[in-house]
């Protein structure tokens, strides 16, 4: 994992990842070049059209929460928090109501 947030193109991973993950990268930086090209590309590596709807979805997602959390003023949590909200989610999972 280390490797592939590092840089993807050089990690020790098959190449469909590979292609999906620079796919991934233009629906990120450049949507409006994307061409039937890139699609079949992909289709080509094995993957199906759900599968790139999927990662468009994932993708398009994290920009939304990202730019939401930053224009919100949102803020990490703290260590102390982390480890309280996972006793929380190992012992209740999502319910926040006992």
């Known amino acids: ?8 193109r050089t990690a020790p991973i ?12 233009k629906v990120n930086c450049n949507p409006s070049g994307i061409d ?3 699609i079949d590309r992909l289709h ?3 993957w199906t ?14 920009n939304f ?4 959390i930053d224009a919100a003023g949102v803020t990490a949590m703290s260590k102390a928090d982390h480890h309280a909200s996972g006793k929380r ?8 109501s006992e």
């Open 1 to 8: 994992m280390d490797a592939v947030l590092e840089n993807y």
């Open 14 to 25: 098959q190449e469909a990842e590979r292609a999906l993950l620079g796919y991934v990268e």
């Open 36 to 38: 039937q090209s890139d």
């Open 44 to 46: 080509d590596a094995g």
């Open 49 to 62: 059209d759900e599968a790139i709807y999927d990662a468009i979805m994932v993708c398009g997602l994290f």
């Open 65 to 68: 929460y990202n730019r939401w």
């Open 89 to 96: 989610l190992a012992s209740r999972g999502y319910i926040m």
